[in-house]
């Protein structure tokens, strides 16, 4: 780590307050990461990090300590955002552009190994994660240290706690039984067995209920908030968390209701929680209405006007629009949506050399690409834009799914209405009616398609709804005009990532998913 070269950046700004105290708090979380940068999570020991003589003595060093944890999650999308891509580039959504390297294409074709760096990248971002928070958990103490906050400190177990459940969510779909790591790793957890799935789970639940009773309802968009973990993300990750145990594979119906009953609460609540759906679905996106989206529950929130060594923004618009290493696919372009659905041209654009311009126009030699994270073009490495890992419009749509499943009329015209209370503003169409139940359930899943496109969720829908291998031989077909035989090797095996290669090595206790 060159920290004389961050002392020159400080430098720079010293004469600028506000840049100044962001650059401390920033240099703070740097250093902090680095002493724990060791890429295998198993060899990761937070006592040697953090040492309860020396450290979280005051409360400046619990907030610090919990801004940790949400700066090892700035991975997800100032680095190779291997989340949104492990979640997009899988897709019938979105394919590989810019440099056709050959990772990327191989997660694009859906034929990643265990050696894949993206793999392995999502893996250890996500258990880095995961022990910062283990260690706020494990070395704030106010029996030890009477003078903390007791305030304070329930706001950032509750922060901690949903944050771990936030990432073991994403951990236990992508790669099915996994470690469940609770304390900071020392000689006794070094080498941790896989946990089912159905442990993960009811952990992860335990945790965002923690969060629910000890955060606060929601933060007003600023530097110092903007983007913590609230009550209301609690609710609709708990709501979220219901739905993918109701679907594939857990199969557990008894969480339809449960999904329904929890995601109700923020919509009967929205005033409360301060959320609604946002009118005009480009200011959803928009960087110069950031503070007044009500479409915000959890998000990442983007700084502009830092260097690149700051890794404070976000880069979203140089992946997709810089390096285009994400790119839409041809049955996105063509067919996804109505030449009228306002969200089209939002979602997506075409790049003519340095310029942007529209879907519509005649391919020739520009490329699609995807157009709702750009912010600057002037400066692809500065970026401000936010982005929502849940929105109110995902709850709203979360909550029909749930209402659909559990079935009868009354149910269905509750789902109807919610459906069409985020469709009509946001695409400018007419209301959708239905006939049964199955013509309502294919229609709300291609509004959440169409709504909720490149932002991470397509995969986890596809996988949840149990329809992934055909969906995703018979687009691999279409899209590069092949016979659909072509892709049997799409099998159940497919539907979850292998664990990294050098943490099977490392630790004897791990197994492999059926197929690697």
């Keep these: 780590m060159d920290i004389p070269r961050y002392c020159k950046q400080f430098l720079h700004f010293k004469n600028d307050k506000k840049m100044k105290n962001i650059f401390i708090t920033i240099l703070f979380f740097i250093v902090v990461i680095g002493l724990a940068s060791c890429e295998d999570f198993l ?51 979105s394919k590989a552009g810019g440099t056709p390297v050959g990772e990327r294409l191989e997660v694009e074709n859906l034929i990643y190994a265990s050696r894949h760096n993206f793999i392995r990248a999502v893996w250890n971002s996500g258990y880095k994660a995961i022990g910062y928070a283990n260690a706020v958990l494990a070395y704030v103490d106010t029996t030890a240290i009477p003078t903390l906050n007791k305030s304070l400190v329930r706001r950032s177990f509750g922060e901690a706690r949903f944050l771990r459940a936030f990432i073991y969510t994403r951990l236990v779909q992508l790669y099915g039984d996994v470690p469940l790591v609770l304390t900071p790793t020392d000689d006794q957890t070094l080498y941790p067995k896989r946990a089912s799935k159905a442990e993960v789970y009811k952990q992860i639940i335990e ?73 005009v679905y480009r200011d959803i996106f928009d960087v110069t209405k950031e503070a007044t989206n009500k479409e915000n529950i959890f998000y990442y929130k983007g700084v502009s006007g830092q260097t690149a060594s700051f890794l404070a923004f976000t880069r979203m618009q140089f992946w997709f629009y810089g390096f285009t290493s994400i790119i839409p696919t041809k049955e996105a372009t063509d067919s996804l949506y109505s030449p009228t659905d306002a969200r089209r041209a939002v979602n ?13 126009t005649t391919p020739g030699t520009t490329i699609p690409i995807v157009n709702k994270y750009i912010d600057n073009i002037s400066n692809n490495n500065d970026n401000q834009n936010d982005f929502h890992a849940l929105r109110y419009s995902d709850v709203v749509l979360m909550y029909a799914e749930a209402l659909i499943e559990l079935g009868g009329k009354a149910n269905l015209d509750k789902a109807l209405v919610a459906i069409n209370s985020v469709r009509k503003p946001h695409s400018g169409l007419a209301d959708l009616t239905y006939t049964t139940q199955d013509d309502l359930r294919q229609k709300l899943r291609l509004e959440r398609r169409r709504e909720l496109a490149f932002e991470g969720k397509r ?46 090595v490392n630790n004897p206790n791990l197994t492999q998913n059926p197929g690697y």
């Design 43 to 93: 060899a990761e020991d937070p006592k040697s990090l953090i040492s309860t003589d020396k450290f979280y003595k005051t409360d400046n060093d619990v907030v610090g300590a919990t801004n940790a944890i949400y700066f090892a999650l700035r991975d997800d999308v100032t680095g190779n955002i291997s989340p949104i891509w492990m979640a997009e580039m899988t897709t019938d959504d």
């Design 207 to 279: 945790d965002l209920q923690y969060a629910e009773a000890n955060l606060a309802n929601n933060y007003t968009y600023t530097e110092a908030n903007g983007g913590r973990a609230t009550k209301v993300a609690a609710k609709a990750l708990l709501g979220y968390v219901y739905l993918v145990m109701a679907g594939y594979p857990m199969n557990d119906n008894t969480k339809w209701q449960a999904a329904a009953d929890k995601l109700s609460e923020i919509i009967d609540n929205k005033t409360t929680y301060n959320v609604d759906i946002n009118p």
């Design 348 to 360: 997506m654009a075409r790049k003519s050399g340095s310029a942007i311009v529209p879907i519509t």
């Design 459 to 504: 995969y986890f829908d596809l996988i949840r709804w149990n329809i992934f291998i055909p969906t995703m031989k018979a687009h691999m077909a279409t899209e590069y005009a092949k016979p659909i035989k072509d892709y049997d090797y799409i099998n159940e095996n497919r539907l979850l990532m292998p664990l990294p290669y050098i943490d099977i």
